[in-house]
């Protein structure tokens, strides 16, 4: 397994003097940088001064630089230089794509360091899919940090491909690489003092990490206990009034702008210079269309900017805040001793990237990569081959009923919330079907590691579906199949298919496919470019409108109709999930 980059998470002995050299006089620097208008995130000022980078770091900066000695000038005449940002919060995966892809679509943005928590990969492949996606992302022009994965699996409710204990994250969390312990998401075990969930937080705290939370729709008395636990930041506020009070508790709030989940708008009143470096900015799980459209974190500044926030707090709370949230020196601003992630841009109000430099070195010009990346050279092989079905047969699709009212799953369009509505179900022949006249589906989630054969059933409303099926086995967070439709048949078809491709989405009709997107690394990732990604989406998501589809994002919001740690309602290859009181419970009422 890979360890730490010796000259590249740390600044060496040598490189250090060689700043302080050049700061004083005494050496040429590797590049001067003239006539910048530095972003300065302390003062929130803006400097028209002159850079000196020796290396890898900023040497210094000021009026007595001007003419330098320099092995190479720069001289911006005006245009703005930011500090590079940083991501506070994302799951690789679910680009879809390695990490060398990935950072292929976001460095030239001005992207150059994300926290990323691995769950996902972690789910399916344990330890040896964390370092995989570790290993990956050694050698990148992009820093990736990871803060270990606390809910492997992420509830008792599901069956994952792997489970990881208090034993497996201590090791983890003495990887340099490793900043925190990440989003520990068993909020109502957390709530009830659960010895297993409030350890995985007092780990973080005794290797000097970030113990981070997951709190959606916590407040009160629920809030105070979570918190009492020593989480101390939390993604999923999606209300002001909601934000607001983790703020008021001591929360560092990450404000999140993801695929399917868009809490900027609504949290956008809490994003002004007094809360200081309590605000970060995350994109959490943001899809191939989205990256390459809006971009990664640096949506939420462009975003933020539009929206009347100051620019200058903006690009801090995607730089300085991350950087000091996660305690990451020498990043997140352009000052001596700080590494040289720089972007150079020429509009501040639009955010228009000219260039980037990472660590010294100019990476990207006119939104492109100056040289390619190329994916690094790692043993895929525990992440490979996790889709193995046992036995699938109409009779596991059966759903019954005891007559009255039944549960259903009603997701909210552009969150990963849903709600719990009850009905009477359409029936035939004593069994429960989907009736897509009433809008009404069935939706299945199928182990897919070979170890127990479980099937969950359920109904789902506000598809649109009038044929077909449509599945997926990124389904989070235990990434069994879930998928949703008309027919029995179709639902059995989709399904078999994923476990031919190894994984990934499928749009199927009346037993052909009309379209598909292979992930054969863990059922979530491929090692395709984003471009060819996108194209399979498209055709994704065109043939799951020609079957009446009317969900945005359709198959990232599938992948989230399992996720038994956000309420309300959810289904997982053990039944259904009331999430407030986590527990299985009954289909009829």
């Not at 997701?411 to 009404?440: F, K, N, S, W």
């Amino acid at each position: 397994m890979s360890q730490e980059r010796p000259n590249k998470a740390q600044a060496s002995l040598e490189e250090v003097k060689f700043a302080i050299d050049v700061a004083a006089g005494r050496k040429p620097a590797s590049i001067l940088i003239r006539n910048a208008t530095v972003l300065n995130v302390f003062s929130l000022e803006l400097q028209k001064t002159h850079v000196v980078l020796a290396g890898r770091l900023i040497a210094g900066m000021g009026e007595s630089y001007e003419h330098a000695k320099a092995e190479n000038t720069v001289d911006l005449a005006g245009k703005y230089l930011a500090p590079g940002l940083i991501d506070g919060h994302v799951h690789i995966e679910s680009s879809l794509v390695t990490p060398a892809a990935y950072a292929g679509g976001v460095v030239p943005r001005g992207v150059t360091g994300v926290v990323c928590d691995p769950h996902e990969i972690g789910n399916v492949a344990g330890l040896p899919g964390i370092h995989w996606l570790l290993d990956s992302s050694e050698a990148l022009p992009l820093d990736v940090w990871v803060t270990v994965p606390s809910c492997v699996p992420s509830t008792s409710m599901e069956t994952s491909g792997e489970i990881l204990g208090l034993a497996e994250i201590e090791a983890m969390l003495e990887h340099p690489r490793v900043v925190g312990v990440a989003e520990i998401m068993s909020f109502p075990d957390v709530m009830a003092a659960d010895d297993e969930n409030v350890s995985k937080a007092l780990l973080a705290e005794k290797y000097r990490k970030s113990p981070e939370g997951h709190a959606p729709g916590l407040s009160g008395a629920d809030l105070q206990a979570y918190l009492a636990s020593g989480i101390v930041s939390d993604h999923e506020s999606t209300k002001l009034e909601e934000g607001r009070e983790k703020l008021a508790n001591g929360v560092y709030l990450m404000v999140r702008e993801g695929s399917v989940t868009r809490n900027l708008n609504a949290l956008l009143p809490l994003i002004e210079a007094k809360h200081g470096d309590r605000i970060g900015f995350v994109t959490d799980d943001r899809l191939p269309h989205d990256l390459l459209d809006e971009g990664g974190v640096d949506c939420l500044v462009r975003m933020a900017i539009s929206k009347g926030v100051d620019p200058l707090y903006a690009v801090r709370c995607a730089s300085y805040n991350t950087a000091k949230h996660y305690a990451l020196t020498r990043r997140g601003a352009i000052a001596p001793g700080y590494f040289a992630d720089l972007v150079v841009l020429e509009d501040l109000a639009s955010y228009q990237v000219a260039s980037v430099f990472k660590e010294g070195k100019e990476v990207a010009r006119g939104g492109k990569l100056l040289e390619p990346i190329l994916p690094a050279k790692t043993d895929a092989s525990p992440v490979t081959q996790t889709v193995k079905l046992s036995a699938l047969t109409k009779d596991k699709l059966k759903l019954g009923a005891k007559g009255g009212k039944v549960r259903c799953i009603k997701p909210i369009h552009y969150q990963v919330l849903t709600e719990e509505t009850l009905l009477t179900p359409t029936m035939q022949q004593g069994e429960v079907v989907a009736d897509p006249e009433r809008d009404l589906l069935k939706l299945i989630c199928v182990e897919r590691y070979g170890k127990n054969g479980g099937v969950g059933v359920g109904l789902i409303s506000e598809v649109g579906l009038k044929a077909g099926a449509l599945a997926s086995s990124v389904g989070h967070d235990h990434h069994n199949i879930l998928a949703v439709g008309v027919s029995d048949d179709d639902l059995i078809t989709a399904c078999k298919r994923l476990e031919t491709l190894g994984g990934g989405f499928v749009a199927v009709k009346d037993g052909e496919v009309l379209a598909e997107l292979a992930l054969p690394i863990a059922g979530l990732v491929t090692d395709e470019p984003l471009e060819e990604v996108r194209e399979k989406l498209d055709a994704l998501e065109a043939a799951a409108k020609s079957l009446g589809n009317k969900l945005p994002a359709p198959f990232m919001t599938l992948s989230f109709l399992g996720l038994a740690v956000i309420p309300e309602l959810r289904l997982t290859d053990k039944g259904l999930v009331d999430v407030l009181k986590s527990q299985l419970v009954s289909f009829s009422v």
